[in-house]
């Protein structure tokens, strides 16, 4: 097992290793609809967002098959700062954020039905650049500082019904509904004596749209748990902008996810998960920019490291690699992670407290850029029973 | 857990959702930074580049009696110049040991004139300046070299002819050196003189101040001093004083009438430049073929720019620094001419003439900024009517002379020109 494990962690380096970079600069996270944002919990990340078919609570508003498998009225919320740093000829900083990525509850119905609701991230579309550039006029150059923002994102709200359709097989459904803002501002400020305005403006720019999510998980064995989701957004995104009252449609891809959980032992379980998400089919609706198929992988293990009478500890590794869907200046960008997380199960069951440390990186084939980030997840679950 | 207590941690979880962090700013290089923008667009707006662009020039704001000095030269190439003034208030009693004493004698009458040293030019020997008794009477407002008294009621020439009609010599003060005022010591005269102003129950007819020589002073507002000697305690005396309550200077040189092409700014006639600018919402601007939208777009700055003509002949060019300062006009100058109501001062449109620097076609920048700011903002269903400016010295009749500047009619080398620096509005495209 100790081999397996090695064999896990050098697999995972080698994900995270930077890739050569070359060309121009576009910051991750500007392209498109921003960065997108899985409504996972902290013990998901910790096994590279492995959410399709867990062992054990899968807590992760991913697949809504997985609610059947609660027996018992919840809630549950995850916190994730991350700090993240820029390094490249082009630009640098230190960036720090903090989301809320899922916030859900659950209340069984029945003895095979379980309704759930939440909320989550969807995309990301925070970040912020400065600069100082010179002006060229005919009294002579002048020097200003302009930064640019952007703020805000796109959250998904949930309606969630899974179900056993008999001893192995359960089955879900998820309503969702898209909505989000973005607050974008302009500002440029010359030099103080030049006695030149100062240029700010600002734009918010709204997301509405709905979707839905098929999930199934299958129990061949007691060791095996295997899953699919299928999302599909038939309405796309209406955006509008409410400074200048223009809308556009977005359509929003269908994407499939595959996963499966094996018990391996009684204290160990592994993860993994693939997904794809087309797209390339919204390429047209992004003039000036394209998006390419988004594909993800990622697993991990899970130790049972203590046990006592009615509480236990885990200890879980784990590592994922991601294509994000927004084509940058040609590039397709990627992000990686290597994750660590530490989970308790209270009380049999009534309380979950989880937290995982993430290392990673982003960057794309042609940006003269790169992010590290580290980034933590926490999550605290209580059930009434 | 109730189901209301459920959904109440639902709602502020979901609250909490919105509470996202945000990011912080990072450093990139200017061309390789994401996100939209809109650049920053310069237009030089010549006379023809605009929908209408109209200017005149008025005179008659200030006068020398309004001016906030009193020039006197002669033997100069420029011109002859002779200051009149009156001192109306002579105090004659005072208030002593609860009484009221009358003057028993005015000792020690002295006319004391401040001296603007840098306008003022003695000639090498010296300069001799003469204060006299005037002959007549005549008016502050409408004095001038020919008349006495010129109002479109009277008119009144010179006993003496041109120049003004003087009495006695009442002092004298030789200057070769400039210094921070002037003293005519009135003497043995200065009893009666003043016991004359204050007895007659008119207007007396003051005094005048002449260069008897050559050479040029620029006074402020002279001020009569005095030693009043009480009836009741002749053993003191009290120091008083007392302001010209009329002052003017005459000269020998006509008014200049409007010009062609010409446009003045200043001087003792407070010369005002009115101008009328209808500004297209869209303009072509430098380094491109394109036009821009400047209305509904931030005006980083304006500047109405006129174009310095060669200085104007002696002695009408302005002898000194001056300020000038650009007015909203409140209506139409071509319905009210020069009484047209003139609005506020365009914050931050204040100008130094530095005279000495200004040669022919030097640009005099006036900042319009804010003015434009408020064209720009009008909404863009709405028309903005033409703006309106009067240009005029901060202190109207502080300089002897004014400064000239290219008009719209005149030569094309000199024509005034708008610039305005602008950003139009950056239209966030969806997504």
Redesign the interface.
């Known amino acids: 097992m100790r081999r397996w494990l090695i064999a896990v962690l050098i697999a995972a380096a080698h994900l995270l290793s930077p890739p050569q970079v070359t060309g121009?600069?576009?910051?991750l996270g500007?392209?498109?609809?921003g960065r997108p944002l899985k409504p996972v919990d902290a013990r998901a990340r910790a096994l590279g967002d492995a959410a399709i078919a867990l062992h054990g609570s899968n807590l992760s508003a991913i697949n809504p098959a997985a609610l059947a498998r609660l027996n018992a009225?919840g809630?549950w919320?995850s916190y994730q700062?991350e700090s993240r740093t820029?390094k490249g000829?082009?630009?640098?900083?230190?960036?720090?954020?903090?989301?809320?990525p899922l916030?859900r509850?659950a209340?069984p119905v029945s003895n095979r039905w379980v309704l759930g609701?939440g909320?989550?991230g969807y995309f990301d579309q925070?970040?912020?650049?400065?600069?100082?550039?010179t002006?060229s006029?005919?009294t002579g150059d002048l020097e200003?500082e302009?930064?640019?923002?952007?703020?805000g994102?796109i959250?998904q709200?949930r309606i969630e019904l899974g179900g056993r359709v008999g001893n192995a097989l359960s089955l879900g459904m998820t309503g969702i509904y898209y909505s989000g803002e973005s607050r974008?501002s302009?500002s440029?400020v010359?030099e103080v004596d030049?006695?030149?305005?100062?240029?700010?403006?600002r734009?918010a720019?709204q997301?509405q749209g709905w979707g839905a999510a098929f999930g199934a998980e299958y129990r061949p064995l007691d060791e095996l748990a295997i899953g699919a989701v299928a999302t599909w957004n038939p309405s796309g995104?209406t955006?509008?902008?409410d400074?200048?009252n223009?809308?556009?449609d977005?359509d929003l891809p269908i994407g499939f996810d595959i996963g499966a959980s094996l018990q391996l032992s009684q204290e160990l379980v592994a993860a993994v998960a693939l997904g794809w998400t087309n797209w390339s089919a919204l390429d047209d609706d992004?003039p000036g920019r394209s998006a390419a198929d988004a594909y993800r992988i990622g697993g991990g293990i899970e130790l049972e490291a203590l046990t006592g009478r009615s509480s236990s500890l885990f200890v879980r590794l784990g590592g994922r690699f991601e294509r994000l869907p927004f084509v940058i200046q040609g590039g397709k960008p990627w992000e990686r992670s290597l994750s660590l997380g530490l989970g308790a199960v209270l009380r049999g069951g009534r309380g979950r407290l989880d937290g995982t440390l993430e290392l990673g990186g982003r960057g794309a084939e042609e940006l003269?850029i790169e992010e590290d980030f580290t980034r933590y997840t926490f999550s605290v679950a209580i059930f009434?029973s | 857990?109730s189901t209301p207590r459920?959904a109440a941690?639902?709602v502020a979880?979901?609250l909490?959702?919105?509470?996202?962090?945000?990011?912080?700013?990072?450093?990139?290089?200017?061309?390789?930074?994401?996100?939209?923008?809109?650049q920053?667009r310069?237009a030089?707006l010549t006379p023809d580049r605009l929908d209408a662009w109209i200017d005149t020039l008025y005179s008659g704001f200030a006068r020398p009696s309004s001016a906030t000095y009193l020039q006197i030269e002669e033997g100069t190439p420029n011109l002859i110049s002779r200051a009149l003034f009156r001192f109306g208030i002579i105090q004659d009693s005072v208030f002593l040991a609860d009484t009221v004493s009358r003057a028993l004698r005015f000792d020690s009458v002295r006319v004391v004139a401040g001296m603007d040293t840098l306008r003022t030019v003695l000639s090498s020997s010296g300069t001799t300046l003469r204060l006299l008794a005037v002959g007549q009477q005549w008016d502050a407002r409408s004095a001038n070299w020919e008349f006495a008294v010129d109002t479109s009621g009277a008119r009144i020439a010179w006993s003496a002819g041109p120049g003004g009609a003087f009495a006695e010599v009442l002092a004298e003060a030789t200057l070769t050196e400039l210094a921070d005022s002037v003293i005519f010591e009135l003497g043995a005269r200065g009893d009666s003189l003043l016991r004359s102003w204050v007895d007659t129950t008119q207007e007396n007819t003051g005094l005048a101040l002449v260069v008897s020589d050559s050479g040029r002073a620029v006074l402020t507002a002279p001020r009569v001093q005095y030693r009043l000697v009480p009836e009741v305690e002749p053993d003191t005396s009290i120091v008083l004083r007392s302001f010209a309550n009329a002052r003017t200077f005459i000269f020998d040189r006509s008014v200049l009438p409007n010009l062609q092409g010409v446009l003045r700014i200043g001087g003792v006639d407070g010369w005002r430049v009115f101008a009328e600018l209808i500004i297209p919402d869209s303009v072509p601007v430098?380094g491109s073929t394109s036009r821009f939208r400047m209305r509904g777009a931030?005006?980083?700055?304006a500047e109405l720019i006129f174009v310095s003509l060669p200085p104007p002949v002696a002695p009408f060019a302005a002898e000194t620094d001056f300020a000038a300062t650009v007015f909203d006009l409140a209506d139409d100058f071509r319905v009210y001419g020069a009484k047209t109501p003139v609005g506020d001062a365009v914050l931050?449109s204040e100008l130094a003439f530095r005279v000495d620097s200004i040669a022919e076609g030097s640009e005099l920048r006036f900042?319009i900024?804010r003015r434009m700011?408020t064209w720009a903002r009008i909404a863009s269903d709405s028309t903005p009517g033409p703006i309106r400016l009067m240009v005029r010295s901060l202190v109207e009749g502080g300089t002897f002379g004014f400064w000239e500047v290219g008009a719209v009619d005149g030569d094309v080398r000199y024509a005034p020109v708008l610039?305005v620096?602008f950003?139009p509005?950056?239209?966030?495209?969806?997504?």
């Open positions: 121009q600069l576009r910051l500007t392209a498109g609809l009225a809630i919320v700062p820029v000829e082009l630009a640098n900083g230190d960036f720090e954020t903090a989301d809320f916030v509850v209340l609701a909320f989550g925070d970040w912020g650049v400065m600069f100082t550039d002006l006029l005919s200003f302009e930064t640019r923002r952007s703020d994102g959250s709200f974008l302009v440029r010359f030049s006695a030149f305005n100062s240029f700010f403006t734009a720019i997301y995104l955006v509008r902008n400074t200048t223009t809308e556009a977005v992004f003269l009434t | 857990m459920h941690l639902v979880l979901a909490a959702v919105g509470a996202c962090g945000r990011d912080e700013i990072i450093s990139v290089d200017s061309e390789a930074a994401p996100g939209q923008t809109s920053t310069e030089l430098e931030t005006i980083n700055k931050g900042n900024t700011a610039r620096v950003t509005p950056i239209e966030f495209t969806v997504p």
